[in-house]
């Protein structure tokens, strides 16, 4: 049953006029559980309160698929003016950006136009700019895009998901760029030729790369809200003199909200993925497809505005 759940919801994801219809009839339906507002003055209202609580936070404005080339050029303004915001209210945050987002889907000149932009600001301000990883078919992409940018810009980090057979020997080839990699275990629909189908493949292979890329020295995300995935990370840090500072744990907005304060109170390092805006469809659908028992918080929210 959770199986054909998580298929429905990664389906529904997908779909270009429900998107549509959410984004025209604005924010409700259960997202202000998952989306810190519409806004980016509630956003930050929301980072405010987390970084009182010892939480650093990676904001994104929420949007992908873009196909218009406008639509790609004010998401990219809108990402500058997040880092000013950020630096002008002294908030403990670094933003996370999707290629199709900034136009990955329009053209190659738009994307890496738009990012350079968005980076210059980065530098100026002292801002992280993470690159989310989205589906397989945009993979080879968003890396190569990540290649060529990093070698112009230091603040630049990026996502690799453990249900990609590749990852491994991505994390190889990112491996000169001595890279800040969030590890996750994917949340897109992909097909067994190139994930694995099997979730105890995923772990272990999310473990593996946690592994590598700690020993060899970099900083490390752990994004993930797994006891396991958590403990393991622990116990490796703690076993191969892994010094605090490499390493943090990632949770999105949300979810688990009481290991992220216990991790916090432990002295562990934690930063919340925190997305806004009015195109949340797509992400809350990929909540749900993760966990099916979020859909309780979605029909809550159906009755409140
Ligand atoms: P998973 O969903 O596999 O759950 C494993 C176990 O954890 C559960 O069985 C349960 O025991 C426990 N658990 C999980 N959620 C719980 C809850 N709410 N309450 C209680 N227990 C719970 N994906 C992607 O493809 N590209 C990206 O760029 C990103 N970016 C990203 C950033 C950050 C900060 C995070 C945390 C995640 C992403 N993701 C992502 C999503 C990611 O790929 C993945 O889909 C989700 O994190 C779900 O996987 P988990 O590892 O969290 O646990």
Redesign the pocket.
């Known amino acids: 049953m959770e199986k054909v759940l998580r298929q429905f919801f990664l389906f529904l994801s997908n779909n270009s006029l429900l998107k549509t219809l959410a984004k025209r009839y604005g924010f409700q339906f259960g997202a202000s559980r998952f989306v810190a507002g519409s806004e980016l003055s509630y956003a930050a209202e929301n980072i405010r309160q987390l970084n009182h609580k010892g939480m650093a936070v ?1 904001l994104d404005h929420l949007g992908e698929y873009v196909t218009e080339e406008e639509e790609a050029r004010a998401r990219t303004y809108e990402t500058m003016k997040t880092i000013k915001v950020i630096d002008k209210l002294g908030l403990d945050s670094q933003v ?1 950006v ?1 290629m199709t987002s900034m136009g990955m889907d329009i053209s190659e000149k738009l994307v890496m136009e738009n990012m350079r932009q968005i980076l210059e600001v980065g530098k100026q301000h002292q801002v992280l700019v ?6 397989h078919a945009r993979c080879e992409k968003t890396l190569t895009i990540f290649e060529t940018l990093k070698r112009e810009y230091d603040l630049l980090g990026i ?1 690799l ?3 990609l057979y590749r990852t491994v020997s991505d994390l190889e080839r990112l491996e000169p760029y001595q890279p800040n990699v ?1 590890f ?5 629909k992909e097909s067994e030729e190139v994930a694995y189908p099997h ?1 105890t493949d ?2 272990e292979n ?1 473990k593996k790369l946690i592994a590598m890329h700690l020993d060899n020295g970099h900083f490390t ?1 752990i ?7 958590i403990e393991f990370t622990k116990q490796y840090v703690d076993e191969h003199n892994i010094p605090r500072y490499q390493f943090e744990f ?3 907005y949300g ?2 909200l009481e ?1 992220q304060e216990k991790l916090v109170n432990e002295g562990y390092n934690v ?3 925190v997305p806004y805006g009015r195109d949340w469809f797509g992400y809350n659908m ?2 749900l ?3 099916p ?2 859909v309780a918080f979605v029909l809550k929210g159906l009755f409140k505005k």
Do not use: C, F, P
């Not at 996750?184 to 897109?188: D, E, H, I, S, T």
């Not at 994004?223 to 995935?229: E, R, W, Y």
């Open positions: 990676t996370s999707k993470t690159i989310d990883m989205e589906d996502v998901q453990s249900y969030r996750v275990k994917g949340a897109y979730k995923v772990d999310l995300a994004g993930s809200h797994d006891d396991a995935i990632q949770m999105l979810m688990r290991l930063r919340i993925y990929r909540r497809a993760e966990r028992a979020n």
